[in-house]
């Protein structure tokens, strides 16, 4: 479940800070060791709702910060992903330098737009009207980012390298900050893909409102974005809305949902069948009990009518492929382990 922005996005902080086992403490900085075990079972439509149990995307990683001067660390991570179902890959490995002028990361990291994302809450089935990773799978092999806080306003920036054609392009930078209990944040980027038979590119915006009513939370997120081929003779062209919203029932459970609409004009092709103009509906409700700060289970429904390009479900860190539903119904439960 992502969280953005604001004091309640516990979920990527209890990964990363709060659990984390330090190995290593000095005056001049420290290594720490953490991770998250996820186990998964689901019953989907596609799969006539046959139960499946996997691990989710467990991961494991080092990070660690040194100070170099008196005004600035290097930082570094590596993050291995720990599926079942594959082998042991690398998931980030970065080196980097941090003080008072902001951070600045190189190497295989998650984009920029995944880092902000957008207004959804979801731990398995939302994301599909946020439309900046139908390229790219939300992670570039290559990149240089950029971030900087002030008191209530950030700015955060991203250049994928292409490596003479082997990785895709990529252009992002994002503006946001609080006023009170609202947060919000807009920008957009450019992601082209540089190899394959079809060039194509991807070219997108977004803006994102959320308010805090004391534990409780509600999301917007507009999205723009074309898809097309590196000619302009053939492009999609993507109008997203979600609505998304946690209700705390109580000290340690939440209730949560959403709503989001994805519609597509196609222009020199057509999505499905004879017409090109599709549109995409999918919605989400869930609950979420968290017993402390390392361990929680929940449960989601989804539902899904329409015509959805690839998008990126962040809570179960997984990319979901073009898909054409016809009121499909999918349920599924999780646990997760955090260190």
């Known amino acids: 479940m992502k969280k953005t922005l604001l004091a309640l996005a516990v979920a990527s ?9 330090e190995i290593y403490k000095s005056d001049d ?3 720490d060791f953490y991770g998250q075990l996820r186990q998964e079972l689901k019953f989907l439509d596609g799969n006539d709702h046959d139960a499946t149990l996997s691990s989710g995307s467990s991961r494991t990683g080092v990070k660690g910060q040194y100070a170099i001067t008196d005004s600035v660390d290097v930082v570094g991570l590596v993050e291995l992903g720990i599926r079942d179902n594959t082998d042991v890959n690398v998931r980030q490995h970065y080196v980097g330098f941090a003080g008072d002028f902001g951070t600045i ?5 998650w984009t920029t737009s995944d880092d902000v994302y957008g207004a959804d809450y979801s731990y398995f089935f939302g994301g599909s ?3 900046y990773s139908t390229l790219n799978g939300a992670q570039h092999e290559s990149q240089i980012k950029y971030s900087i806080d002030f008191d209530n306003f950030w700015v955060k920036a991203g250049w994928g390298l292409n490596d003479s054609d082997t990785e895709n392009d990529l252009y992002e930078v994002f503006v946001g900050g609080n006023v009170g209990d609202l947060a919000l944040h807009a920008g957009g980027g450019y992601t082209g893909e540089t190899t394959g038979l079809i060039q194509l590119e991807n070219t997108y915006a977004e803006f994102t409102a959320e308010y805090g009513l004391g534990d409780h939370l509600i999301g917007f997120t507009y999205y723009w974005a ?5 000619g302009g003779s053939q492009k999609i062209d993507e109008n997203g809305i979600s609505i998304a919203g946690i209700f705390q029932l109580a000290e340690k459970t939440a209730l949560y949902g959403g709503y989001e609409f994805t519609m597509q004009d196609a222009s020199g092709f057509a999505l499905a069948g004879d ?4 549109d995409g509906t999918l919605i989400y409700i869930g609950v979420e009990h968290k017993f402390n700060s390392w361990a929680r289970v929940y449960g989601e429904y989804g539902y899904g009518d329409g015509t959805t390009l690839g998008y990126n479900n962040q809570g179960s860190d997984s990319q979901v492929a073009p898909t054409v539903a016809d009121g499909a119904s999918n349920f ?8």
């Open 275 to 278: 017409n090109g103009d599709e």
């Open 226 to 230: 074309e898809l097309a081929n590196q």
């Open 13 to 21: 902080v209890a990964a990363t800070s709060v659990n984390a086992a």
């Open 129 to 131: 009207a946020l439309r």
């Open 105 to 109: 990361k190189f190497g295989k990291q």
């Open 332 to 339: 599924a439960v999780g646990a997760r382990f955090y260190w």
């Open 29 to 31: 900085g420290s290594v």
